[in-house]
């Protein structure tokens, strides 16, 4: 079956650094999405990667390894408002997308 | 602001009532999508339309009816819900491309509440 799977809640302080890692399985594969939901909001997109390597935008990066089956987000000098769910999705071979259920992420001060 | 909108933002209703979902979408996509989240669950994909077609019906019970009148707008028809339909109803719309689609823009979601 296809999979992913991502840390339901993790913990933070303020201007600091934090990686949320997803592994993924799926019946072939057309690129990874990480999207950002604010609590009663709508899911915004922060990233896309089909390729190898690193994704460099501002304080976010996505990391994507094919082989491994894993993509993290790396958020860099935390702040409150980065307090939200992301959620981790891979296209299959359908161009479907398999979400995740999201990761939880406080930031404490 | 996404470019997509839905209404109502709120919605309680009888198991024996009938109500409706809407969504538009400003961004001239013609791919939209109709998603159920519930709580700790991941997304789970309901209905895709592209081009006005109905392509992708994830086995949603009847007690739920998409209508897709022009590729702008997507309604949600529901009747005879159950307490377990209670979820965030999300509308998104994507541009279909020859690789597959740009990513997914969403709207802020129905709250629905089946009492």
């Known amino acids: 079956g296809q999979n992913i799977d991502q840390p339901t809640e993790m913990t933070a302080t303020e201007g600091a650094i934090v990686q949320i890692n997803c592994t993924y399985q799926t019946s072939g594969f057309n690129g990874l999405f990480w999207y950002q939901q604010h609590a009663g909001e709508a899911p915004t997109f922060l990233s896309y990667?089909?390729l190898d390597g690193l994704e460099e935008k501002g304080r976010f990066s996505s990391f994507l390894s094919r082989s491994k089956g894993y993509s993290y987000l790396l958020l860099k000098e935390l702040q409150m408002k980065d307090s939200a769910s992301y959620l981790c999705?891979?296209?299959?071979?359908?161009?479907?997308?398999?979400w995740g259920a999201g990761t939880k992420l406080i930031i404490k001060p | 602001e996404t470019g997509v909108t839905q209404t109502p933002r709120h919605l309680v209703m009888g198991m024996t009532n009938k109500k409706s979902l809407k969504c538009e979408q400003h961004?001239?996509?013609?791919?939209m999508y109709w998603y159920k989240q519930s709580a700790k669950k991941p997304l789970e994909l309901m209905f895709v339309?592209?081009?006005?077609?109905?392509?992708e019906n994830n086995s949603v019970p009847s007690r739920f009816s998409p209508e897709c009148p022009n590729s702008s707008h997507l309604f949600l028809h529901l009747h005879t819900l159950q307490p377990e339909d209670s979820a965030l109803y999300l509308c998104?719309?994507?541009?279909?491309?020859?690789?597959?689609?740009?990513?997914?823009?969403f709207g802020q979601g129905t709250r629905l509440t089946v009492v």
């Open positions: 998104a719309s994507s541009q279909t491309t020859g690789t597959g689609s740009t990513e997914a823009f």
């Open positions: 961004l001239g996509h013609n791919a």
């Open positions: 999705a891979a296209k299959d071979s359908n161009y479907q997308l398999i």
């Open positions: 339309y592209n081009f006005k077609e109905q392509t």
């Open positions: 990667n089909v």
